[in-house]
């Protein structure tokens, strides 16, 4: 077994997270089966235990402090008022500014701009940075923003105006808000201003507890957390308000999804050249990483688990960074990885994955935007009936929807490569469907 030498947390020892017993224990037990034997053996321990110390979960230093005084008129504590009780999540909080590395999609992967025709995104579609930059992005980007919602993932200052005010927020002018709002996703985002109470996690996203109400529950807090952005949603049209297609675990499937989505007759746009009413997939993270087929998520690793490390200051605190990074990026959360996959090169795991599944998007995306332009020809040509068109459009609304699930998930794969696969196939499936039916 390869021992990883890392930096210089006293605490932890080998046992990674040991302490969060039951459902790890189980994953663990479960993992020697499948990954050979990733544990130290009595030989090794004695090594180990010199060379393999770093902190888990189990050593965080949880505290409780009195919620700072706040200045600001709305409330909401800001990361800076909360600086001072927590210096070391205050200061890996900040660092998600060194995430400022962008793909433009539409360059890369050409087949988008004409799927997207008619959309926002065929204009301008970049990949995504981190949280401090999300205020800067939505205030640059070009697409069309009218109204405030689309601030709902972006600043706590809205959310809190949402709390205050309730659905009526949601149709306010961009323009009107955006310039009162100053705080990127911050710790009232998580946290409302509760973080003084061992970083207790609190949903502060309306349409979660009303879209999932009860169900929350059974969803773990560090992955709800951050399902309330990341994750499908949709702007109800009769008041604009920002709304989740789900109410469960179970219904928040692709197929469950585009279910309710007909049963509502929701398009996000029509498209002008083929006629078809289109859906546009946000960024299923939540949905992907619970769905069927996930690995992970039948183990009870939670978001966090994989996207904050646990690190240690100079003085010797135990914190859970608040940098939210890819698992590649982070010794110290490849270390956890160890537990289950043993000395498998991760980095190079997840390429793999990723890599395949990047082509088979590269096969469907061209293939519909082959259909694409086939039905824009069928549309103009008056050799169809307009039935005939509405069913090749049915199956073009299909074949995009399941496409676009799996293409915007960020992860490309890695979260749960059994349902992006079963998203290509099934809308490659119905992209041969709509073939069928050309004269
Ligand atoms: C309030 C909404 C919101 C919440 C809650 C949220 N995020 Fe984000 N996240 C975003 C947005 C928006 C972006 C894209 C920012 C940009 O590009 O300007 C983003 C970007 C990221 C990125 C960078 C992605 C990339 O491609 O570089 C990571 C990683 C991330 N989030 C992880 C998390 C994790 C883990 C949680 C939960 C602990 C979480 N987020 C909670 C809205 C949110
Ligand atoms: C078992 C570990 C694991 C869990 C649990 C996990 N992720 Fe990931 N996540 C990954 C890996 C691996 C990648 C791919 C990283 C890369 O490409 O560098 C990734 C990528 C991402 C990205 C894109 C980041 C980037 O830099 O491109 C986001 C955003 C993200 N995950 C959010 C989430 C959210 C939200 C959850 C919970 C619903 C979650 N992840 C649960 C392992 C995990
Ligand atoms: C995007 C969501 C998100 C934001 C923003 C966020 N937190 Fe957290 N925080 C979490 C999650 C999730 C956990 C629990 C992680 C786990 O279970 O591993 C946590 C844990 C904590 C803890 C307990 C662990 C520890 O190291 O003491 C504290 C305290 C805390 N956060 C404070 C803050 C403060 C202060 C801010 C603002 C500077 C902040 N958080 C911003 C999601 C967030
Ligand atoms: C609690 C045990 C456990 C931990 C911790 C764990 N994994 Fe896994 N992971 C598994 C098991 C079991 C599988 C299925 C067998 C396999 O593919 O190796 C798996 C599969 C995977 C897959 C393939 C998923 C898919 O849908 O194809 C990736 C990628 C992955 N793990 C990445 C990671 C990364 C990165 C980490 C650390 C950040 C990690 N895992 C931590 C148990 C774990």
Same mark, same amino acid.
């Not at 009769?238 to 279910?259: G, H, N, Q, R, W």
């Given at each position: 077994?390869?021992?990883?030498t890392?930096?210089n947390?006293?605490?932890?020892?080998?046992?990674?997270?040991?302490?969060k017993?039951?459902?790890?224990?189980?994953?663990?037990?479960?993992?020697?089966?499948l990954?050979?034997?990733?544990?130290?053996?009595?030989?090794?321990t004695?090594?180990?235990?010199e060379?393999?110390?770093?902190?888990?979960?189990?050593?965080?230093?949880y505290v409780?402090?009195?919620?700072?005084e706040?200045?600001?008129?709305?409330?909401?504590?800001s990361?800076?008022?909360?600086?001072?009780s927590?210096?070391?999540?205050?200061?890996?909080?900040?660092?998600t500014?060194?995430n400022?590395?962008?793909t433009?999609?539409?360059?890369?992967?050409?087949?988008?701009?004409?799927?997207?025709?008619?959309y926002?995104?065929?204009?301008?579609?970049?990949?995504?940075q981190g949280?401090?930059?999300?205020?800067?992005?939505?205030?640059?980007?070009?697409?069309?923003?009218?109204?405030?919602?689309?601030?709902?993932?972006?600043?706590?200052d809205?959310?809190a105006?949402?709390n205050?005010?309730?659905?009526?927020?949601?149709?306010?002018?961009?323009?009107?808000?955006?310039?009162?709002?100053?705080?990127n996703?911050?710790?009232?985002?998580?946290?409302?201003?509760?973080?003084?109470?061992?970083?207790?996690?609190?949903?502060?996203?309306?349409?979660?507890?009303e879209?999932?109400?009860?169900n929350?529950?059974?969803?773990?807090?560090?992955?709800?957390?951050?399902?309330?952005?990341?994750?499908?949603?949709?702007?109800?049209?009769?008041?604009?308000?920002?709304s989740?297609?789900?109410?469960?675990?179970?219904?928040?499937?692709?197929?469950?999804i585009?279910?309710y989505?007909?049963?509502i007759d929701? &398009?996000?746009? #029509?498209?002008?050249? @083929?006629?078809?009413?289109?859906? /546009?997939?946000?960024?299923? $993270?939540?949905e =992907?990483?619970?769905?069927?087929?996930?690995?992970?998520?039948?183990?009870?690793l939670?978001?966090?688990?994989?996207?904050?490390a646990?690190?240690?200051?100079?003085?010797?605190?135990?914190?859970i960074?608040?940098?939210?990074?890819?698992?590649?990026?982070?010794?110290?959360?490849?270390?956890?990885?160890?537990?289950?996959?043993g000395d498998?090169?991760?980095?190079?795991?997840?390429?793999?994955?990723?890599?395949?599944?990047? &082509?088979?998007? #590269?096969?469907?995306? @061209?293939?519909?935007s082959e259909l /694409?332009?086939?039905?824009? $020809?069928?549309? =103009?040509?008056?050799?169809?009936?307009?039935?005939?068109?509405?069913?090749?459009?049915?199956?073009?609304?299909?074949?995009?929807?399941?496409?676009?699930?799996?293409?915007?998930?960020?992860?490309?794969?890695?979260?749960?490569?059994?349902?992006a696969?079963?998203?290509?196939?099934t809308?490659e499936?119905?992209?041969?469907?709509?073939?069928?039916?050309?004269?």
């Amino acid at each position: 077994m390869e021992i990883f030498t890392c930096y210089n947390s006293v605490k932890g020892g080998l046992e990674i997270m040991k302490g969060k017993t039951l459902k790890l224990a189980l994953a663990f037990l479960l993992s020697l089966s499948l990954v050979g034997c990733s544990s130290n053996t009595s030989d090794d321990t004695q090594e180990a235990e010199e060379t393999t110390t770093f902190a888990t979960r189990d050593d965080v230093d949880y505290v409780t402090v009195d919620a700072p005084e706040t200045e600001r008129e709305n409330g909401v504590i800001s990361a800076d008022e909360w600086a001072e009780s927590f210096p070391e999540i205050y200061e890996s909080y900040m660092m998600t500014s060194d995430n400022n590395y962008t793909t433009d999609y539409l360059a890369q992967d050409e087949y988008l701009t004409n799927i997207y025709e008619g959309y926002g995104f065929a204009k301008d579609y970049n990949s995504a940075q981190g949280h401090s930059y999300c205020l800067d992005d939505v205030n640059n980007t070009e697409r069309p923003h009218a109204l405030a919602n689309c601030l709902t993932c972006k600043t706590a200052d809205y959310t809190a105006l949402v709390n205050a005010l309730g659905k009526d927020a949601y149709s306010m002018a961009f323009d009107e808000v955006s310039s009162t709002v100053s705080e990127n996703v911050g710790c009232y985002t998580c946290h409302e201003n509760q973080a003084g109470n061992e970083g207790q996690l609190v949903v502060t996203h309306d349409y979660i507890i009303e879209g999932l109400g009860d169900n929350m529950d059974s969803i773990d807090d560090a992955v709800l957390s951050c399902g309330q952005c990341h994750i499908e949603y949709y702007f109800n049209p009769s008041d604009k308000a920002t709304s989740i297609p789900y109410s469960s675990v179970e219904t928040m499937s692709p197929d469950a999804i585009l279910e309710y989505y007909n049963s509502i007759d929701f &398009a996000d746009w #029509t498209q002008e050249s @083929t006629g078809a009413k289109l859906l /546009k997939a946000q960024h299923p $993270e939540m949905e =992907t990483y619970l769905g069927e087929g996930s690995v992970h998520a039948s183990m009870g690793l939670s978001c966090a688990d994989c996207h904050m490390a646990v690190e240690t200051s100079e003085s010797g605190t135990v914190y859970i960074s608040h940098n939210l990074v890819s698992p590649l990026d982070s010794e110290a959360i490849l270390n956890t990885c160890t537990q289950c996959h043993g000395d498998t090169d991760m980095v190079a795991k997840v390429e793999a994955i990723q890599e395949k599944i990047t &082509a088979r998007e #590269t096969e469907v995306g @061209t293939a519909l935007s082959e259909l /694409k332009d086939k039905l824009a $020809e069928a549309n =103009t040509s008056g050799n169809y009936t307009e039935e005939e068109l509405d069913a090749i459009r049915d199956l073009y609304r299909s074949a995009q929807w399941y496409f676009d699930f799996d293409y915007v998930e960020n992860s490309e794969g890695a979260h749960n490569s059994t349902l992006a696969n079963y998203c290509l196939d099934t809308s490659e499936d119905y992209i041969e469907q709509a073939n069928a039916l050309f004269k």
